[in-house]
């Protein structure tokens, strides 16, 4: 089918992928909690993006540069670490009697798309993983050039989005407790600013 193989066992190996606690099932839980459902949503619209960015790249084989590129690797790397760093810094520099939300609510919705955006494409970890997964399940003999590379990537972003969704709408119920109360809001921001610069150190040592 349109150069694919065993579309059933990419499906399932994809849906136990999404399912798997990762750095982008982190930061949609931790706006869903400090901002509310429609903050989470817009991160899974920007992880969802970014994802679509990787997609497109393995389609046309740019993501091999990063694959075969220290320089390239260590620079996208180093970015999307000092990235992290910067929202773990803000977050706990953020007024310990309320969650972390800009003034400017048309702001917010924007910057949180932007910061999932930019968390996911800043990963070079996440562009192999699509050039080492996605070829697995492409007929070697596939005719029909990067159609096959869309059409598994975008099975894999409607699996995934679902399952995001799905976190954001059970963890934002949160929301309204913390809100409630000023301590339990500084221990939130504490614990999201930790995670990301947590995030940042980890994708700085990681290695291709």
Known sequence: MFGIVHYEM?????????????SDTIYILSRSIAQGRKAGIYSVLGITAGCAVHTVLAALG?????????????????????YLAYLGITTLLAK???????????MSIRETFLQGLL????????AL???SFLPQFIDPQNN?????????????LTTGTLWCLFLVFGSSR??????????AAARMNKICGGIYLLLGVKLLTAER
């Not at 740019?62 to 000092?82: D, H, N, P, R, Y």
């Not at 310990?96 to 048309?106: I, M």
């Not at 159609?147 to 099975?155: A, E, K």
């Open 174 to 183: 949160v929301t309204v407790l913390l809100r409630q109360s000023s301590k």
């Open 96 to 106: 310990n009697s309320t969650l972390v939300s800009p003034t400017d609510q048309v």
């Open 10 to 22: 990419f499906l399932i190996a994809g849906i136990i992928l999404n399912i798997t606690p990762g």
């Open 119 to 126: 968390t996911n494409v800043l990963n070079p970890k996440v």
């Open 62 to 82: 740019l993501s091999v540069i990063l694959a075969q590129s220290a320089l390239a690797f260590m620079l996208v790397k180093t970015a999307g670490a000092l």
């Open 129 to 131: 993983f699509f050039i």
């Open 144 to 156: 029909y050039g990067i159609v096959p590379f869309i059409l598994l990537g975008i099975t894999f």
